[in-house]
T-cell receptor
Framework: GAVVSQHPSWVICKSGTSVKIECRSLDFQATTMFWYRQFPKQSLMLMATSNEGSKATYEQGVEKDKFLINHASLTLSTLTVTSAHPEDSSFYIC??????????????FGPGTRLTVT | SQQGEEDPQALSIQEGENATMNCSYKTSINNLQWYRQNSGRGLVHLILIRSNEREKHSGRLRVTLDTSKKSSSLLITASRAADTASYFCATATGGGADGLTFGKGTHLIIQP
């Protein structure tokens, strides 16, 4: 089946630094990837839609200058949390849609990246 | 914005019993999906039901969809300890290019 990986699995950083999270589709091409955030004991919230070769579309309330998204190839999207603060500590999950085969509407989720900002 | 609401928020049952979780949503949808998440882990896709379908089965899972009531239910039959997890419904409104809107989730605990 379609596999999506994320790197790193977890990261601890100091307040004010930037952190980059990678999302890769390993065995399929993904023209569209999505980034979600999940706070402890809460549900997933869509942050942005990442389209290969174009600017990301951000959901209302998500700061595009703080959460930089780059989708430079059909298999890689990156999320950079700039000037991270403790309130950015969360579980970040990406997903990718496989348009080359399989159910059109199914999204494949990565294992998530746990970010802790101290 | 969060549009899905699951109930109950938490459910604890004995192994072997059936577990039913409900989900309500607010807007018109293209499809509704159910996911499972083990503690601190990624999501596992369970089942997708399209807006023109009323019921779908997959193994021990049975999903119903009532678009007139904007609600769905997930039934897990003959529950196992390994079914302990959080279950989320997620809706897609667009034609395939939209991200998913997740419900708040039901935390299911199966007592051995």
């Amino acid at each position: 089946g379609a596999v999506v990986s994320q790197h790193p699995s977890w990261v601890i950083c100091k307040s004010g630094t930037s952190v980059k999270i990678e999302c890769r589709s390993l065995d399929f091409q993904a023209t569209t990837m999505f980034w979600y955030r999940q706070f402890p004991k809460q549900s997933l919230m869509l942050m942005a839609t990442s389209n290969e070769g174009s600017k990301a579309t951000y959901e209302q309330g998500v700061e595009k200058d703080k959460f930089l998204i780059n989708h430079a190839s059909l298999t890689l999207s990156t999320l950079t949390v700039t000037s991270a603060h403790p309130e950015d500590s969360s579980f970040y999950i990406c997903s990718a849609r496989d348009y080359t085969g399989g159910p059109r509407y199914e999204q494949y989720f990565g294992p998530g990246t746990r970010l802790t900002v101290t | 914005s969060q549009q899905g609401e699951e109930d109950p928020q938490a459910l604890s049952i004995q192994e072997g019993e059936n577990a039913t979780m409900n989900c309500s949503y607010k807007t018109s949808i293209n499809n509704l999906q159910w996911y499972r998440q083990n503690s601190g882990r990624g999501l596992v896709h369970l089942i997708l039901i399209r807006s023109n379908e009323r019921e779908k089965h997959s193994g021990r899972l049975r999903v119903t969809l009532d678009t007139s009531k904007k609600s769905s239910s997930l039934l897990i039959t003959a529950s196992r300890a390994a079914d302990t997890a959080s279950y989320f419904c997620a809706t897609a409104t667009g034609g395939g290019a939209d991200g998913l809107t997740f419900g708040k989730g039901t935390h299911l605990i199966i007592q051995p």
